[in-house]
C-alpha cells in the first residue's frame, strides 16, 4: 500500500499536468459521482443502518437524495460558474481587459464527520470536482460501515476512470482513525475541509413568539430536533419562549412525539440510534448533570444506544446542557417574557450556525434578522433548509467559517485570479507613471485611477 506522501506526490504530479481540468471532464466525473448513487443505493441504506440506525427515509433524504440534488444542480450551472467574471475599470484600464477566471486550488483534503457521513462527505466533494480539484477523502472511522463502502466505491467509479482518461482528476480515499488523520494534516494541501467545530460554546436556539399554532409549532420543531435522533449540527439546541406558551407547547410536543414514535419510541423503526457508547455517555452525562425537570422522555439503554426524546423546562442559563452543542435527542425549554429579553438572551451567547423563529408577526422575523446574528436564519421551520443548494451552508465566528452547497462550494475549492490583458499601445500616457516624477504627472495619475471614474466594460 502506497504511503501518505507517495499518495499526495501521485496527486500533485497529476494536478500539475493539467492545472485546468476541462469542463466536458468534470461533468463526467460529476455524473459517475451520480452513478455511484444510484447504482449502490442499498449498499448505502445498508451502511447506514448498521452504523446509526437510520430510518430508509430519513436516510435516502439526508444522506443520498441531497447530494444527487447538489450533483445535479452543479451540472445545469457549471457553465455559467466557469465563465470569466469582469470587473469594472478605471480610465488607466479602459482599453484592458480586466476579469476574475476561477481556477482549481490544487489538491484538497475532505475530512467527513459522523453524524452525516455519506452527506457531509459527497457534497463537498461536488464543489471539489466543479472546481476541477484532486481530493484527498478522509471517512469517519466512526461510521466503520460506511467508510468502508465509500473506500471500495470511490475507486472503482472515479479515480479509475479517470486514469483511462488521462485527465487531471484524481480522488483517493484514506482510512483510519485519529492517527492516521493526525498523520494526513503532517502533508502540505492546498485547501482542508471539515464540516465540524468544537465542542463548547454555540448553540442553536429555536425563539417562539407569537400567536401560533402549537400542533403544528410542535410538529416543526419535533421534526427539526429529532431527525438524526437530534446528531445534527443544525437541530435546535434549545427552545425560548414564555412560560404561557412552554405550558402549552409541552403538552402538544407529547402528542406528536406519540403520533411519530408511538407508545414505545424504543421499537419505533423511525427513531435511529446514538452514534457509539462513547456518545451515548455523554448525553447521558449531560442529562444527568442538568439542573432542569424532565418533563418527556428521560428513558435509555445503553446496550442498545437509545435515548428517548427527551424534553426539560426549568432550566437554568449555565445548566450543564446551555454549555455546549447537544447533539442528541435532548431538548431544553427556557423562558423569556418579552421579545427583546428573547434577541439579549440569545446574543450574549456565541453566534449559532443556525437560528429559527417561529411567529406570526412579518415584523418580529424584520427585527430578529436585523438584531442578531447567525449562520443562517429561518422562520417558521428548521433544519429544512439545508435541502436548498442556492442557499450558502456555514457558519459565523463560534459556528464556524466559509460556505459550500451550489455555488458556494464550487467557490470555496476554487481561486479566484485575478487577469488582466494590455497591448503595448498608448505607451505615451503610461510615460506618465514613470520616473522622474512630477506634480502634474501625480494629478494626471490621482484622475484616471478615481473610482468615480470606473465602469463595467
Not at 190 to 215: C, K, V, W
Not at 323 to 334: D, K, N
Amino acid at each position: 500500500m502506497a504511503s501518505h506522501s507517495e499518495v499526495l506526490q501521485r496527486l500533485r504530479t497529476s494536478f500539475r499536468s493539467g492545472v485546468t481540468v476541462p469542463e466536458e471532464f468534470r461533468r463526467a466525473q460529476l455524473k459517475q459521482l451520480l452513478r455511484m448513487l444510484e447504482e449502490n443505493e442499498e449498499s448505502f441504506l445498508k451502511a447506514l443502518h448498521q452504523d446509526l440506525a437510520k430510518p430508509k427515509f430519513e436516510a435516502t433524504v439526508s444522506e443520498l437524495v441531497i447530494v444527487a440534488n447538489e450533483a445535479h444542480y452543479a451540472l445545469a450551472n457549471l457553465k455559467s460558474w466557469l465563465q470569466p467574471e469582469y470587473v469594472s475599470k478605471n480610465l488607466a484600464t479602459k482599453v484592458d481587459t480586466c476579469y476574475v477566471r476561477r481556477e482549481p486550488l490544487g489538491v484538497a483534503l475532505i475530512i467527513g464527520p459522523w453524524n452525516y457521513p455519506i452527506h457531509l462527505l459527497l457534497l463537498p466533494l461536488v464543489g471539489a470536482i466543479a472546481a476541477g480539484n484532486c481530493v484527498v477523502i478522509k471517512p469517519s472511522e466512526v461510521t466503520a460501515s460506511v467508510e468502508a463502502v465509500i473506500a471500495e466505491l470511490i475507486p472503482k467509479y472515479l479515480s479509475q476512470m479517470f486514469f483511462l482518461l488521462m485527465t487531471a482528476g484524481l480522488f483517493t480515499v484514506v482510512c483510519g482513525g485519529a492517527e492516521e488523520t493526525t498523520e494526513l494534516l503532517k502533508h502540505k494541501f492546498d485547501h482542508i475541509f471539515y464540516t465540524g467545530e468544537q465542542q463548547t460554546g454555540r448553540e442553536d436556539p429555536l425563539f417562539l413568539y407569537g400567536n401560533l399554532s402549537m400542533a403544528d409549532t410542535a410538529r416543526r420543531l419535533a421534526w427539526s430536533k429529532f431527525f438524526n435522533v437530534g446528531q445534527s449540527c443544525v437541530a435546535p439546541d434549545y427552545v425560548l419562549c414564555t412560560k404561557k406558551m412552554r405550558d402549552v407547547l409541552v403538552p402538544a410536543l407529547k402528542e406528536v412525539l406519540q403520533e411519530f414514535y408511538g407508545d414505545e419510541p424504543q421499537k419505533s423503526p423511525d427513531l435511529p440510534r446514538i452514534v457509539s457508547p462513547k456518545h451515548w455517555s455523554r448525553l447521558m452525562g449531560l442529562l444527568g448533570r442538568s439542573k432542569g425537570t424532565v418533563v418527556l422522555g428521560g428513558e435509555s439503554d445503553e446496550a442498545d444506544k437509545y435515548i428517548a426524546p427527551t424534553v426539560l423546562v426549568d432550566v437554568p442559563e449555565d445548566d450543564a446542557l446551555m454549555q455546549e452543542e447537544i447533539f442528541g435527542p435532548i431538548l431544553p425549554i427556557l423562558t423569556v417574557e418579552t421579545l427583546e429579553e428573547g434577541i439579549n438572551f440569545i446574543n450574549q451567547r456565541d453566534k449559532p450556525l443556525a437560528l429559527y423563529l417561529f411567529s406570526d408577526v412579518a415584523s418580529v422575523a424584520n427585527r430578529v434578522l436585523e438584531e442578531t446574528s447567525s449562520g443562517a436564519f429561518v422562520s417558521n421551520d428548521g433544519i429544512i433548509y439545508m435541502t436548498l443548494p442556492s442557499l450558502p451552508f456555514g457558519g459565523v465566528g463560534a459556528s464556524g467559517f466559509g460556505n459550500y452547497h451550489g455555488r458556494w462550494g464550487f467557490e470555496t475549492f476554487s481561486h479566484r485570479r485575478a487577469v488582466m490583458l494590455r497591448g503595448w499601445a498608448l505607451e505615451r500616457l503610461n510615460a506618465m507613471r514613470y520616473p522622474p516624477y512630477n506634480d502634474t504627472n501625480l494629478s494626471w495619475l490621482r484622475w484616471s485611477a478615481s473610482p468615480r471614474l470606473c465602469s463595467i466594460l
